[in-house]
């Protein structure tokens, strides 16, 4: 059984609150736990 992190927020708060506080734990939780998260995207080469 797997399981994914979840960030919920209150309903309250103004969109762009809730975003910056959204990134800012996913940004921490990336860098505390990153084998949690898949395999790097490819990147495109011009």
Known sequence: ???KPVNILAEDLPTG???N???VLGM???QCA???WGLRSPRRTA
């Open 21 to 23: 506080f959204a990134a």
């Open 28 to 30: 921490s939780l990336g």
């Open 17 to 19: 609150l809730k975003t």
């Open 1 to 3: 059984m797997s399981f």
């Open 34 to 36: 990153p084998n949690w």
